[in-house]
């Protein structure tokens, strides 16, 4: 019984750093759940009983995030940390290669907040799909 070994796509130190800023729910788009990241965006982490619970929960939502996403040339912390902290400007996607759209988000504030706002509920599934083509 040979168990296949699934490479270490997201990392529960940046999980923790994003913690800190959980009440935005960053930690949850990180480990690819959006519709609570959302809850928590607009609820400030379950006025703070869901973000104090969630420092329990990231070792379980890792090893998730783990299985679920494909590993490869873009590393997913990285683009996490892009566009947490610089997604506005389209950081994270020049790093994923896509420079036109990176372009569009540094003259237009993430399209007008918008697109970086959509970027947090598919940016895990957008790197998935470009590892994938870059196998």
Avoid: C, E
């Amino acid at each position: 019984m040979n168990a296949v070994v699934r490479p270490d796509t997201h990392l529960k130190t940046i999980g923790y750093l994003l913690w800190i800023f959980g009440f935005t729910g960053a930690h949850r788009f990180y480990y690819g759940r959006p519709i609570s990241g959302t809850i928590w965006f607009f609820t400030f982490g379950l006025f703070g009983i869901g973000w104090l619970i969630d420092l329990f929960l990231i070792p379980s939502m890792d090893r998730q995030a783990d299985l679920r996403f494909r590993a490869g040339r873009i590393n997913y912390s990285v683009a996490w940390l892009l566009q947490t902290f610089l997604g506005i400007f389209g950081i994270h996607r020049m790093y994923m290669g896509k420079w036109i759209t990176g372009i569009l988000y540094l003259f237009t504030g993430g399209l007008f907040l918008i697109g970086w706002l959509y970027d947090f509920w598919t940016l895990n599934d957008q790197i998935t799909i470009r590892n994938a083509s870059n196998a």
